[in-house]
């Protein structure tokens, strides 16, 4: 069983960048798919980007796009999320997760981190 930890969130002010890390107890087979999704307070929770390590394709959602940057570092087995030109409407709780034979972008992945928190100040 695959658990996530993520790591990387903070406080930073509108412009500024961060990037998070999501490190699996396991491996990520290729048959993985792998994603960030993100809630805000008192809102739904929405997927923010996400990638098949199979072809290395990738999708974002238009909110993110331009800004945010999913990748992966197979020799640290480690997913990250660079975020750029970071806005107060991008705070929440950010989530990796993963699973097996899912689709990018996807619904209803299996494993899931703790999340961690971003908060972009105006």
């Known amino acids: 069983e695959v658990h996530l930890v993520e790591s990387g969130g903070g406080l930073v002010p509108a412009g500024g960048s961060l990037r998070l890390s999501c490190a699996p107890s396991g491996s990520f087979s290729e048959n993985y798919v792998i994603g960030w999704f993100r809630q805000a307070p008192g809102k739904e929770r929405e997927g923010v980007s996400c990638?098949?390590?199979?072809?290395?394709?990738?999708w974002s959602a238009v909110s993110v796009k331009g800004r945010f940057t999913i990748s992966t570092d197979n020799a640290k087995n480690t997913m990250y999320l660079q975020m750029n030109s970071l806005k107060p409407e991008d705070t929440g709780v950010y989530y990796c997760a993963a699973d097996y034979m899912n689709t990018c972008p996807g619904e209803g992945y299996a494993v899931w981190g703790q999340g961690t928190q971003v908060t972009v100040s105006s």
């Open positions: 990638i098949m390590p199979s072809d290395g394709s990738t």
